[in-house]
C-alpha cells in the first residue's frame, strides 16, 4: 500500500508546488489530472511534470484523464492522446470514467457501447505495458455496487480494473459491501472523508470508517496506492494534517493486515 496525491486537489497549484507538497509530507506519488495539469497531447509538458514529480523522489502514480467511455461525441481527445500523453509521463495506469450515464437511465445498447469501448481502450493501453482503471462514481455505470459489479464481469479484460471511493449518501456497511462485491477488480483508492463535495470534513474524524474499509480493501495483498482527493476548504494547512491521517492509517492497516 502505496500513499499519494491527486493533483486535482489543489487545481489552482503548478506542478512543482504540487510535488513539493507531496515531498513535504513524505508520500510516495501523485495522481496527475488531464483537466489542468497535464492535458493531452501536450506531450512536452508530460515529460517535464514527471521529470518533477521524480526528481522529488515520489512516483506518478497514474494518469487521472477525463475520458468517457462511448462518448465519441463529447470526449475533447480520443484515447490514443491520452495513451499517448500518460506514456510521455510515464504513468503506469490511466483512469476512465464508464460512461455519461448512471446506471438508471442506461439501457442494454448503451452498456454493450460502454463495454466494446472499455475492452478496445485497455487492448490499446495493454500494448503499452499501461493498465486501466474506471472510476468508481456517480452517473456513470459503476454508480452502484451491482452496475459496477456487472459491467466489470461484461468487459472481463485483465487490463480492465477498478479504483474504489465511497459513494455519497450511503452507510458504512454499504460501502463495506460495496468493496465485498467488487473487491477483486479494486485496485487504487481515492480517499477523502465529507458530507458532500460542499461539505468537506478532516480526514482524521473519519479514520475509524478508512480503518475498516481499508482493512477490507487490504486483504488481497495486491500493490496499490490510497491517493487523497480534495480536502476541507482547499486549504494547504489541511492537507498537511491530513496527511499526516494518511501515514497513520496505512500503518494501522498493514500492521493489522500483515
Not at 70 to 99: C, M, S
Amino acid at each position: 500500500m502505496k500513499i499519494g496525491l491527486c493533483s486535482v486537489t489543489f487545481r489552482d497549484k503548478n506542478p512543482e508546488q504540487i510535488a513539493d507538497l507531496a515531498m513535504e509530507v513524505s508520500l510516495d506519488g501523485i495522481e496527475w489530472g488531464g483537466d489542468v495539469h497535464v492535458p493531452p497531447g501536450d506531450y512536452e509538458h508530460a515529460e517535464k511534470v514527471g521529470e518533477v514529480t521524480r526528481s522529488r523522489g515520489l512516483e506518478v502514480s497514474s494518469y487521472g484523464s477525463y475520458y468517457r467511455l462511448a462518448d465519441h461525441t463529447g470526449n475533447e481527445y480520443d484515447f490514443t492522446t491520452i495513451l499517448e500523453t500518460a506514456k510521455k509521463l510515464q504513468a503506469p495506469a490511466i483512469r476512465v470514467w464508464a460512461g455519461m450515464k448512471g446506471s438508471k437511465e442506461a439501457d442494454e445498447c448503451y452498456r454493450k457501447k460502454v463495454v466494446e469501448d472499455a475492452r478496445r481502450i485497455a487492448d490499446l493501453a495493454s500494448d503499452e505495458g499501461i493498465s486501466v482503471h474506471l472510476e468508481y462514481h456517480d452517473n456513470t455505470l459503476t454508480d452502484t455496487k451491482e452496475s459496477a459489479r456487472k459491467l466489470m464481469e461484461e468487459i472481463n479484460h485483465n487490463n480492465l480494473l477498478l479504483y474504489w471511493q465511497p459513494s455519497n449518501g450511503v452507510s458504512v456497511e454499504e460501502r463495506l459491501a460495496s468493496i465485498d462485491l467488487v473487491k477483486e477488480w479494486i485496485t487504487n483508492v481515492h480517499i477523502f472523508h465529507w458530507h458532500s463535495f460542499e461539505d468537506r470534513l478532516e480526514l482524521i474524524s473519519g479514520e475509524g470508517e478508512w480503518q475498516q474499509y481499508l482493512k477490507a480493501i487490504e486483504k488481497d495483498g495486491r500493490d496499490r496506492y490510497v491517493l487523497m482527493e480534495f480536502v476541507k476548504d482547499d486549504d494547504e494547512r489541511q492537507f498537511l494534517k491530513d496527511a499526516q491521517t494518511l501515514h497513520i492509517l496505512r500503518d494501522t492497516v498493514t500492521n493489522k493486515t500483515t
